[in-house]
């Protein structure tokens, strides 16, 4: 089974802080990693992605952390503001297809 | 906004009834997908297109249908519906059969 978790369904964060947000996956069978950030009646946006034979992508405030071994996904916000609040998914890329597979999500708040 | 344009926003039905969901891609994406959320839930991928034939599907119910036009706009008719139904549909496109995808508004459904 291609399974995407994100076993925390929300996060509360101090402006300015750093918000560490975690995705576990459970089959090798993924070749890339995106992080995806909604708002409330909006559709996703794209946010940073990672290919599998990475361990760190950077963008900004952003980074992505890939542990292989772990079979692991964080995206790392530094320093963190309140328009980050937000519900944020991680999806991987099933290997050798054009199928993307979500996790449920995590709803971040930072704090003023 | 994204470009990806999905309607109608809102929807409501009755159980046994179909509707069709109309998505317009981003202009030059060839490739479009389709999720769906239900409350609380990831989103779920249903199937994909790209410039008009179908290249992957998902968990996507016998009752559902899709397909997408010459012109890349895209359709989902969904027919007996249930009440289990009532969701979140939203479209994605892509420019690449594999790229980061770009997010409608999505459609909410209710079916009564």
């Known amino acids: 089974d291609q399974q995407v978790k994100q076993n925390s369904p929300s996060l509360s964060v101090q402006e300015g802080r750093i918000s560490i947000l975690n995705c576990d996956y459970t089959?090798?069978?993924?070749?890339?990693f995106l992080w995806y950030k909604k708002y409330p009646a909006e559709g996703p946006t794209f946010l940073i992605s990672?290919?599998?034979?990475?361990d760190k992508n950077e963008d900004g405030r952003f980074t992505v952390f890939l542990n292989k071994s772990a079979k692991h996904l964080s995206l790392h916000i530094v320093p963190s503001q309140p328009g980050d609040s937000a519900v944020y998914f991680c999806?991987?890329?099933?290997?050798?297809?054009?199928?993307?597979?979500f996790g449920t999500g995590t709803r971040l708040k930072v704090l003023a | 906004d994204s470009g990806v344009t999905q309607t109608p926003k809102h929807l409501i039905t009755a159980t046994g009834q179909r509707v069709t969901l109309r998505c317009s891609p981003r202009s030059g994406d060839l490739s479009v997908y389709w999720y769906q959320q239900s409350l609380d839930q990831g989103l779920q991928f249903l199937i994909q297109y790209y410039n008009g034939e179908e290249r992957a599907k998902g968990n996507i119910l016998e009752r559902f249908s899709a397909q997408q036009f010459p012109d890349l706009h895209s359709e989902l008719n969904l027919s007996s519906l249930e009440l289990g139904d009532s969701a979140l549909y939203f479209c994605?496109?892509?420019?690449?059969?594999?790229?980061?995808?770009?997010f409608g508004e999505g459609s909410r459904l209710t079916v009564l």
């Open positions: 089959n090798s069978m993924f070749d890339y």
């Open positions: 990672i290919s599998s034979i990475k």
């Open positions: 999806a991987a890329r099933v290997s050798g297809t054009y199928k993307y597979i």
């Open positions: 994605a496109s892509s420019p690449t059969l594999t790229g980061e995808l770009f």
